[in-house]
C-alpha cells in the first residue's frame, strides 16, 4: 500500500535558518503530493502541493519539489520565522475509480527561537 | 463561510460509555472523512464516506461507526468507548481533492 516517511522531529532552528524537512512516499501510479501544516490548537491547513513530477509546489516562502526518480518531495524554506512554528505533515493522495485516500506521515514538529 | 465544524472540542469518557462525534461542513462537498492523530503515527483513516448513503472503512475503522444521512453530516459514534481510543479526531471534507479540516475533537478515555 501507499506510504509517506517523513523526517523526525522535532526540529530546532534559529530564526533566519534555513530549513528542510525531508519527505520520501511508496505508492502505485501517480499521486499528487501535499505539506500541511497545523499550528497550536488547530486542524490541518494545507500549506503547498504538486500534483505531477517536476512540479514546484510553493507559498509563504516554502517550497517542494514533486521528484518521482527518487519519490521525495522535501519541504524547504530560505529563512524561517517564529510565526513558522507547527507540525508539518508531509501527505500523499491517490483516486482511483473515483474513490480516493490521503496517505499522512508522521509529523514533523519544528520550533523557532528568536 | 464556517467551513468544516467539529464539536465538542474536548471531551473525556468512561471506559464503556458511547458517544458521538459531530461533524458538518457546508460547502456542498460529497467526499468526507474521519481521521485520528495519534503522537509519532500521523494521522490514520478511520473512516471516510463518498456522498449521502454511501460509506466505508478506512485504515483504523474498529470501535467506531459512521452514517451519511445528509450531505452536510458525518457523524462518528464510539459505541463503547476503550483507553486505546483517547485520541485527536478530526473530520475532513474535499472537493477535487482540496481538503478542509475540522479544528478537531480531543477525547480522553479513563
Known amino acids: 500500500g501507499n506510504s509517506v516517511t517523513q523526517m523526525e522531529g522535532p526540529v530546532t532552528l534559529s530564526e533566519e535558518a534555513f530549513l528542510t524537512i525531508n519527505c520520501t512516499y511508496t505508492a502505485t501510479g501517480y499521486p499528487s503530493l501535499f505539506w500541511y501544516v497545523q499550528y497550536p490548537g488547530e486542524g490541518l491547513q494545507l500549506l503547498l502541493k504538486?500534483?505531477?513530477?517536476?512540479d514546484k509546489g510553493s507559498n509563504k516562502g516554502f517550497e517542494a519539489t514533486y521528484r518521482k526518480e527518487t519519490t521525495s518531495f522535501h519541504l524547504e524554506k530560505g529563512s524561517v520565522q517564529v510565526s513558522d512554528s507547527a507540525v508539518y505533515f508531509c501527505a500523499l493522495r491517490q483516486s482511483n475509480f473515483g474513490n480516493e485516500k490521503l496517505t499522512f506521515g508522521t509529523g514533523t514538529r519544528l520550533t523557532i527561537i528568536p | 463561510n464556517a467551513g468544516v465544524t467539529q464539536t465538542p472540542k474536548f471531551q473525556v469518557l468512561k471506559t464503556g460509555q458511547s458517544m458521538t462525534l459531530q461533524c458538518a461542513q457546508d460547502?456542498?462537498?460529497?467526499?468526507m472523512s474521519w481521521y485520528r492523530q495519534d503522537p509519532g503515527m500521523g494521522l490514520r483513516l478511520i473512516h471516510y464516506s463518498v456522498g449521502a448513503g454511501i460509506t466505508d472503512q478506512g485504515e483504523v475503522p474498529n470501535g467506531y461507526n459512521v452514517s451519511r444521512s445528509t450531505t452536510e453530516d458525518f457523524p462518528l459514534r464510539l459505541l463503547s468507548a476503550a483507553p486505546s481510543q483517547t485520541s485527536v479526531y478530526f473530520c475532513?471534507?474535499?472537493?477535487?481533492?482540496?481538503?478542509?479540516f475540522g479544528s478537531g475533537t480531543r477525547l480522553t478515555v479513563v
Open positions: 475532513a471534507s474535499s472537493y477535487k481533492g482540496r481538503y478542509t
Open positions: 460547502m456542498n462537498h460529497e467526499y
Open positions: 504538486a500534483t505531477k513530477a517536476d
